[in-house]
């Protein structure tokens, strides 16, 4: 079928096309004589609509990331090992033991946390339609049961990259932890609670007239390279220490130009510190032999400042030399270790070391308290550390606070706290 009309003195044909045309032939006319036929503009056919995309497989996920914390996924639909964190996508239920915490989640929301250790639940964990339960055991499920909360926002990751913690800066006050640096712990830096901004790796050791090194060469479970990537992870807003002996190992001042050789070769492995925390445990300090290596410490790495954290065994031995590092300008805090005492820590304990520290001439602002949660005698509920900081700063004018260790139950909780209550003060 075909139509001839006028239009503004053309004559416009019009007539059927062909199935594979898009629009109509039109004639424009000279007088009465046909010009060059043009195709007539016409809009564009929409464009097909996007395929429904495919949702990611959960048990293909590297990592779940809550609360600016990530948890390192070890496997899917498997049993779950010591330590390890495990996704369920499959069944009814998730098919592990009474032990660790269950965090049920549908579309990158918490619907459930169980913490069935902690709260002796035998029943297991229903597995909820569209989402996954996220298993975590040992260590990793007390830190997943203190990091998570029911309508928590969060993430899936695919690539095994951990996100950055958020720095802390609270008022200049360094809130820390420690990481053990052997091989039989499977813990990261990376595992460093958004509370915290201080991060010692713990221990280097040395053998008299020796360099120090770290333990297992800083490898850990999972490699010094991994230890390196993960600190530089961190980013400028976490500072980084290298704790010096420990409870099982020693520590020699006698020779300051091995030790800083020492020191510089674990800076070059871990890619950096800026704290040197005192830990010795295993003999008496000498002062002269302190403040020489600090002379080639200062000359040598002169961005590295002291830390200290005695018990209270050692710290008659800490507090001059801590005092004369302080009028050097050289130390960051004092802050003596309230755990593993021969008898329950009080209060009025906390307050006469504190008290023994400002008048031994170590000022307020560089005094600190280490915390450690238990449920015996020789260690303090969250609670209890809570309040003990409490003391310190409005009492004395502390600042800083260290919890041992990175993967221990509680940990986070009390860094939590502890950066909640500082930032606090106005």
């Not at 006319?29 to 056919?45: C, K």
């Not at 990158?108 to 250790?117: C, D, F, L, M, P």
């Not at 802390?168 to 830096?189: H, N, S």
């Amino acid at each position: 079928m075909a139509s001839i009309e006028r239009v503004n003195q053309n004559l416009v044909l019009t007539c059927d096309l062909p199935p594979e045309a898009t629009g109509a032939i039109v004639l424009p006319m000279v007088g009465e004589t046909p010009g060059t036929p043009q195709r007539a503009t016409v809009p564009p056919l929409p464009p097909p609509p996007d395929p429904t995309p495919t949702p990611p497989d959960l048990a293909t996920a590297t990592m779940l990331v809550v609360n600016g914390q990530g948890f390192a996924i070890d496997g899917a639909n498997r049993a779950r090992g010591s330590n390890e964190v495990i996704v369920y996508t499959k069944g009814a239920v998730a098919d592990v033991n009474m032990w660790g915490t269950d965090v049920a989640i549908v579309g990158n929301k918490v619907t459930q946390v169980v913490a069935r250790e902690r709260d002796k639940i035998p029943n297991q964990t229903p597995i909820p339609a569209g989402g996954a339960v996220v298993s975590a055991h040992g260590a990793q499920g007390s830190r997943l049961a203190a990091a998570v909360k029911p309508d928590d926002a969060v993430t899936w990751r695919f690539d095994g990259v951990e996100p950055s913690p958020t720095p802390t800066p609270a008022k200049g006050a360094l809130i820390g932890t420690y990481m053990k640096v052997w091989r039989a712990d499977r813990v990261r830096a990376v595992s460093l609670p958004v509370g915290a901004n201080v991060l010692h790796l713990a221990f280097a050791r040395n053998t008299p007239g020796g360099a120090p090194a770290l333990v297992d060469g800083g490898a850990t479970a999972y490699g010094i390279e991994t230890v390196r990537a993960d600190l530089a992870q961190l980013g400028l807003g976490v500072e980084v220490g290298v704790s010096l002996g420990g409870s099982q190992g020693s520590i020699f001042f006698d020779n300051p130009s091995a030790f800083v050789d020492g020191l510089q070769r674990i800076a070059d492995s871990i890619g950096g510190f800026t704290l040197l925390d005192l830990d010795c445990e295993q003999g008496v300090l000498n002062p002269s032999q302190v403040m020489a290596v600090d002379t080639e410490l200062a000359r040598r790495m002169p961005n590295v400042r002291w830390t200290a954290a005695p018990n209270g065994g050692y710290v008659n031995g800490y507090l001059p030399i801590c005092a004369e590092l302080s009028k050097r300008g050289r130390l960051r805090y004092h802050a003596q270790q309230f755990y593993e005492g021969p008898a329950k820590i009080t209060a009025d304990d906390v307050r006469w070391r504190l008290d023994q520290a400002i008048k031994t001439g170590i000022p307020a602002d560089q005094l600190g308290i280490g915390m450690m949660v238990g449920s015996t005698y020789q260690y303090w509920t969250a609670d209890e550390c809570e309040a003990m900081y409490r003391i310190a700063v409005t009492e004395f004018g502390a600042r800083h606070a260290y919890v041992w260790d990175l993967p221990r139950s509680g940990t986070a909780e009390v860094l939590a706290r502890t950066r909640h209550y500082l930032e606090s003060i106005p």
